[in-house]
């Protein structure tokens, strides 16, 4: 069985490459909005790392400031923005439909983290 990637650039899927993503970082027009990536000690599981491993670049509307903190998963293709503090990116992933990255990756973690696995 394939599977059609639906990142914009097939070198999203490399770990690495999805972690650089969030490496550069992206301001809100509004003052009253965090610049991302956001700030680990309010946002614990929003760190690049996490976003990455969960199947996620970051992947901005540069003329958008709504969409400062989008992301998106390279292989459903998938976009989550808009992240509260206690998001975890594993669990909104999961939520949001059939993924095959969601099924084998972060339903299993968030199952653990759960104590269920």
Known sequence: MTHRFASATPAMIHH???VKS??????P???YKPGFPLDPRSYPYLTP???ATAGFFHDPTPSDEDTW???KCFVCGVKLGGWDEDDDPF???VKRGKCVWAEMVCAPKVSRDKGKG
Do not use: G, M, P, Q
């Not at 969030?22 to 301001?27: D, G, L, R, T, V």
């Open 91 to 93: 669990e909104e992933h």
């Open 29 to 31: 027009k509004s003052k």
């Open 49 to 51: 790392l996490n976003l």
């Open 69 to 71: 903190d989008t992301c």
């Open 16 to 18: 690495d490459v999805r």
């Open 22 to 27: 969030f490496s550069e970082i992206a301001k």
